[in-house]
């Protein structure tokens, strides 16, 4: 089972910038690539991007090149640092281990970070 705290979220103006933090409890993100996935108000949920323990990344084309992955071991952290947000970046953020691929999330989820971005 996955423990996860999802922090940082807010409101922003468009263009500007959040850094999301998800600190887990346990070993799941030393054993699970861990990812990052939000939910905007009726639509499904969408995997945003995720990276491996070793560090390497991945990244939706939706929110590439404005959101970068990326984690603190030591720290049993990931962090989700987003640039240029557009109000379709609205969303609840959530991170969570997944097996193999993004489409496999771990059941449980945490209550996640809610980011709003408007003027």
């Known amino acids: 089972q996955v423990q996860v705290v999802e922090s940082g979220g807010g409101l922003v103006q468009p263009g500007g910038s959040l850094r999301l933090s998800c600190v887990a409890s346990?070993?799941?993100?030393?054993?699970?690539?861990a990812g990052w996935y939000r939910q905007a108000p009726g639509q499904q949920r969408e995997w945003v991007a995720g990276?491996?323990?070793?560090?390497?990344?991945n990244i939706a084309d939706s929110v590439k090149g404005r959101f970068t992955i990326s984690r603190d071991n030591a720290k049993n952290t990931v962090y989700l640092q987003m640039n240029s947000l557009t109000p379709e970046d609205t969303a609840v953020y959530y991170c969570?281990?997944?097996?193999?691929?993004?489409?496999?999330?771990?059941?449980?989820w945490g209550q996640g970070t809610q980011v709003t971005v408007s003027s």
């Open positions: 969570n281990a997944y097996r193999g691929t993004p489409t496999l999330p771990f059941d449980s």
């Open positions: 346990g070993y799941i993100f030393r054993i699970y690539p």
């Open positions: 990276i491996t323990y070793g560090g390497s990344t």
